[in-house]
DNA sequence: TATATAATAGGATCAAATCCTAATAAGGGG
DNA sequence: CCCCTTATTAGGATTTGATCCTATTATATA
């Protein structure tokens, strides 16, 4: 018997998928939501198994807590530093550059996060009309 | 009056170049043998502050607590899961990458953080000799 | 269905980081 | 060169994301 499937594990995954890059605390809020006897302990457990395991990525973000992703698929996040939001950016740049570092630098890349910080085009609109106004 | 050159700054400053991507605590520990009556909010406060008005790069590493870094040109980091070892990667690809982003997101692009993930030519050649042995 | 044990609940705990306030000292003005 | 304003520090309290601990629960296999 190796891994269960339990009740609370897919509420914690469901919960990952339907929130946009969430923070553990998010995570736990959402499922509190859903059931209040799941425990924040249990949050953090899976989700830091899960990540382990290769299931989620996690994503250290300049500012912020550690946000859970379940794209697995090699890409780039980027945050508006106003309104903080994190959005994924699908291009495999840094597959290209890991293997630029493996012949420079002589280190076996297993992995790359790319992290743009900027201002997302909806917080800069904002920012002109009041420029404007 | 606007910003004072404190012996503890400079103290901090020094440790921070002499050491390799040092943690926090890292830094304070350096500063301690230098002059213990230093404290350590004011390690942590001189590094949020010089690093919020581009003295110094705070680095978000998976795994570990943030380091600081005084090189400010823009540059990639790699990480040896094995010894933990943080180098910096001369490179300016993440300038191409930011403009693409511009281009393809709407976002302006300010930062980029690039880390790679993976083992030292050190820790490999370790490895080797014990596969071989 | 019974049972071994993986997983959870809930609280304790840890550590990085920040906050608070009286005391200190940098550096510009006189 | 010294004084005075006030930026900065020391030191401890506090916050908070995250992990750890243990009795209890419930999953999945035989």
Redesign the pocket.
């Known amino acids: 018997?190796?891994?269960?499937?339990?009740?609370?594990?897919r509420i914690?995954m469901d919960a990952v998928c339907s929130l946009d890059h969430p923070?553990?605390?998010a995570v736990y809020e959402r499922v509190q939501a859903i059931?209040?006897?799941?425990?924040?302990?249990?949050?953090?457990?899976?989700?830091?198994?899960e990540a382990a395991a290769g299931k989620l990525l996690r994503l250290h973000i300049n500012g912020t807590?550690?946000r859970f992703d379940p794209t697995l698929t090699s890409h780039c996040h980027i945050r508006c530093r106003v309104c903080g939001k994190v959005e994924d950016i699908m291009t495999d740049i840094a597959t290209d550059m890991s293997s630029d570092i493996e012949g420079s630098h002589g280190y076996s890349v297993e992995y790359c996060d790319v992290v743009f910080y900027g201002i997302c085009p909806d917080c800069k609109d904002k920012t002109n009309s009041v420029q404007t106004a």
Chains 1, 2 share one sequence.
């Open positions: 018997m190796v891994k269960r499937n339990t009740r609370q594990k914690i923070s553990a605390t059931d209040p006897k799941i425990s924040r302990s249990t949050v953090f457990r899976v989700l830091s198994d807590d550690d």
